[in-house]
């Protein structure tokens, strides 16, 4: 991202995303409260406990994964962060480059951790669509309904 965001809290979760690996997993613990709320496409969970597992299902089913923030729109408590996410499938195709486009939407507590995170990104488009069998049947219902 840039310039980083002026609010310290989106900057220090922003500056985590963006270095996060399987092998430091452990850096979330200090942006997210414990009773974080956590929502994406495929899951909806509260507390910490729950959110690192999250990640770290992620990491083993995709590689080189990492998320390039493009841009945010921080107010009093929280942001609308955009981003891009790069991986490659490990099962299928995996010598393919892919990416989601999506944004998050995190509230932060009075200690400045992430109390609320809710990641938006089309799971049909941006990920079913390139899965055999099930990619080219959405593809075409897609051009069916246009």
């Known amino acids: 991202m840039n310039p980083?965001?002026?609010?310290e809290r989106v900057a220090r979760a922003v500056a985590v995303f963006e270095g996060l690996t399987r092998e430091n997993l452990a850096s979330l613990a200090g942006i997210?409260?414990?009773n974080a709320y956590f929502?994406?496409?495929f899951n909806e969970v509260r507390g910490f406990p729950a959110i690192e597992p999250i990640f770290d299902d992620m990491f083993a089913?995709?590689?080189d994964c990492r998320f390039e923030f493009l841009d945010a729109v921080c107010a009093d408590g929280g942001a609308l962060l955009t981003w891009n996410m790069h991986f490659r499938f490990r099962s299928y195709r995996p010598d393919t480059p892919q990416l989601i486009q999506g944004a998050s939407h995190l509230k932060f507590d009075a200690a400045g951790r992430i109390a609320y995170h809710r990641d938006y990104w089309?799971?049909?488009d941006e990920l079913y669509a390139k899965?055999?069998?099930i990619g080219p049947v959405l593809r075409y219902l897609k051009r069916r309904l246009a």
Do not use: G, N, S
């Not at 980083?4 to 609010?7: E, S």
């Open 122 to 124: 089309d799971a049909a």
């Open 4 to 7: 980083p965001p002026r609010d």
């Open 32 to 34: 997210y409260a414990e």
């Open 131 to 133: 899965l055999p069998l």
């Open 61 to 63: 089913r995709l590689a």
């Open 39 to 41: 929502r994406d496409p």
